[in-house]
Nanobody, 123 residues
Framework: QVQLVESGGGLVQAGGSLRLSCAAS????????IGWFRQAPGKEREFVAT????????VYEDSVKGRFTISRENAKNTVYLQMNMLKPADTAVYYC????????????????WGQGTQVTVSS
């Protein structure tokens, strides 16, 4: 069992940066791949990035490549999403999720979800 709590969201101007954190409880955290997803108003939840349990493999959605960086510190049971050069289109609730399928992009491949943190980018 893994419990996830996101933090770090907020309001930022276009071009700015935010760092999201996903703090996990549970001894098995280091076994899980962690994904970040986002859901904008009126849209389905979509994949943003994922990182393998070892931290050695990362996958990004095309629209965030070169702007977002996912990383993890297993000793702190935490995964981060550094978001730079933010755009209004990045406005959404951001969720982290834990799963066991390497490189997974689908919601259904993740077993545990956090409650989300709001990111709002103003133009």
């Amino acid at each position: 069992q893994v419990q996830l709590v996101e933090s770090g969201g907020g309001l930022v101007q276009a071009g700015g940066s935010l760092r999201l954190s996903c703090a996990a409880s549970g001894r098995a955290f280091g076994n899980y791949d962690i994904g970040w997803f986002r859901q904008a108003p009126g849209k389905e939840r979509e994949f943003v990035a994922t990182i393998s349990w070892s931290g050695l493999r990362t996958v990004y959605e095309d629209s965030v490549k070169g702007r977002f960086t996912i990383s993890r510190e297993n000793a702190k049971n935490t995964v981060y999403l550094q978001m730079n050069m933010l755009k209004p289109a990045d406005t959404a609730v951001y969720y982290c999720a834990a799963g066991l399928r390497l490189g997974a992009r689908r919601n259904e491949d993740y077993n545990y979800w956090g409650q989300g943190t709001q990111v709002t980018v103003s133009s």
